[in-house]
């Protein structure tokens, strides 16, 4: 079972046996519950239809009819009353089962995104980005998550994006990669509204470093390269560039890029699998990288060897980075401090932290006393 050893290392066994009960008891109650109605109407129906019968052999007793037409009446009442409960009882299992349709059917009626479908083969040259009074939202009836969001970013420039929890950082990522489109202002790649760049387009020219990558089974190899786009030679000079030759040769027998990885990455660990991630983006040579907080479940030696290897390793690309810890962005050209969907401080790393007033000072010092309470 996955996660089972975290649970043992933490001692939380019995808090999650307690969770697992409760959440069998209450899948047990509402099948309790479907059981006891469906027995509620079945002893109705028995008794309605029993009623029913006795009325028609009354009928058939008191009245004068040939003994074929009493055999008939006698037999079909019979038959009838045990078709009926059978017909019921199908009845009531289809319009359980019947849910999952109506769910299924509600999500073929969500509006696709709408620029999917447009073609286009645009190519992002140089990595300028401009978002002008963006505001955005992600649904109507919610309030703006983004308000009148401005910044421009200059080709190859390395930004770190900080703020607390909700502040709209990942919303940032969103917007560039066409899925939240502002309601108000708009963004710009190289001089270009996304908008009229298509989605499938917009999101081929942009290399995202998720928090927490998924890997599909099978080799290294694969992992890495997996159209295979690139020669043996490329993605051999990636796997020596990021480590990883270092970090999983006591797990591979033969060749490295043979290496078999199951599902999700179950015998790697976060930090390896971070490392296939950048390599991939390496292989790709984007001019937009986002990094969303990668760093935020590996250990601090991986994630010292990934921070002080960026800018070599995105040398010719505009790299955004979400930081998770502060630490991790001092190395950036620009820090851009977000809170409530506002922009509320921008500078160099080094100004900001030695200003003791400034916001970016403020989110250090917390993340600094929060790594030392954690060490202790």
């Known amino acids: 079972m996955n996660g089972l050893s975290t649970i043992r290392a933490f001692q939380k066994q019995k808090v999650f046996f307690k969770n697992?009960?409760?959440?069998?008891?209450?899948?047990?109650?509402?099948?309790?519950?479907?059981?006891?109605?469906?027995?509620?109407?079945?002893?109705?129906?028995?008794?309605?239809?029993?009623?029913?019968?006795?009325?028609a052999f009354s009928f058939i007793l008191l009245g004068d009819f040939s003994t074929a037409f009493?055999?008939?009446?006698?037999?079909?009442?019979?038959?009838?009353?045990?078709?009926?409960?059978?017909?019921?009882?199908?009845?009531?299992?289809?319009?359980?089962?019947?849910?999952?349709?109506?769910?299924?059917?509600?999500?073929?009626?969500?509006?696709?995104?709408?620029?999917?479908?447009?073609?286009?083969?645009?190519?992002?040259?140089?990595?300028?980005?401009?978002?002008?009074?963006?505001?955005?939202?992600?649904?109507?009836?919610?309030?703006?998550?983004?308000?009148?969001?401005?910044?421009?970013?200059?080709?190859?420039?390395k930004i770190g994006i900080v703020g607390r929890t909700g502040a709209g950082k990942s919303t940032v990522f969103l917007c560039l990669l066409g899925m939240l489109y502002p309601n108000q202002g708009k963004i710009e790649i190289d001089d270009i509204n996304i908008k009229s760049i298509g989605l499938q387009n917009l999101r081929e020219e942009i290399t995202i470093?998720?928090?927490?990558?998924?890997?599909?089974?099978?080799?290294?190899?694969?992992?890495?390269?997996?159209?295979?786009?690139?020669?043996?030679?490329?993605?051999n000079k990636v796997v020596s560039l990021t480590g990883l030759n270092g970090f999983l040769k006591d797990k591979c027998k033969d060749s490295i890029l043979d290496m078999e990885i199951k599902e999700n990455g179950a015998n790697l660990?976060?930090?390896?699998?971070?490392?296939?991630?950048?390599?991939?983006?390496?292989?790709?040579k984007k001019n937009i990288i986002l990094i969303d907080e990668a760093t935020a479940n590996i250990d601090m030696k991986t994630e010292e060897?990934?921070?002080k290897n960026i800018n070599s390793f995105f040398k010719e690309a505009t790299v955004l980075i979400i930081a998770h810890r502060i630490n991790t962005v001092l190395n950036s050209d620009r820090i851009v401090v977000v809170d409530k969907g506002k922009?509320?401080?921008?500078?160099?790393?080094?100004?900001?932290?030695?200003?003791?007033?400034?916001?970016?000072?403020?989110?250090?010092?917390?993340?600094?006393?929060?790594?030392?309470?954690?060490?202790?």
């Not at 319009?95 to 969500?110: A, D, G, K, P, V």
């Not at 660990?269 to 790709?284: D, F, H, T, V």
């Not at 917390?366 to 309470?373: E, I, V």
């Open 20 to 55: 697992q009960i409760s959440n069998l008891e209450k899948s047990n109650t509402i099948f309790l519950i479907s059981s006891a109605v469906f027995n509620w109407f079945q002893q109705r129906m028995n008794l309605s239809l029993t009623l029913l019968s006795l009325a």
């Open 70 to 157: 009493a055999g008939f009446i006698a037999y079909f009442f019979l038959y009838w009353e045990n078709e009926f409960l059978w017909f019921t009882g199908n009845l009531f299992e289809m319009e359980n089962l019947m849910i999952n349709f109506e769910r299924c059917q509600w999500l073929t009626q969500i509006p696709p995104e709408p620029a999917y479908a447009t073609r286009t083969n645009y190519k992002i040259s140089q990595g300028k980005i401009l978002f002008d009074t963006v505001s955005v939202k992600y649904q109507e009836s919610l309030e703006n998550v983004l308000n009148d969001f401005s910044f421009e970013i200059k080709p190859r420039e």
């Open 209 to 235: 470093i998720p928090q927490d990558p998924y890997l599909f089974e099978g080799k290294l190899k694969r992992a890495l390269d997996p159209f295979e786009e690139y020669t043996e030679n490329e993605i």
């Open 269 to 284: 660990s976060s930090g390896e699998k971070q490392l296939i991630c950048i390599g991939n983006a390496i292989l790709r």
């Open 305 to 307: 060897f990934v921070f």
């Open 343 to 376: 922009i509320i401080e921008t500078g160099e790393p080094n100004l900001l932290l030695h200003d003791f007033s400034s916001s970016f000072h403020e989110l250090w010092k917390d993340s600094h006393c929060s790594s030392q309470n954690q060490t202790k």
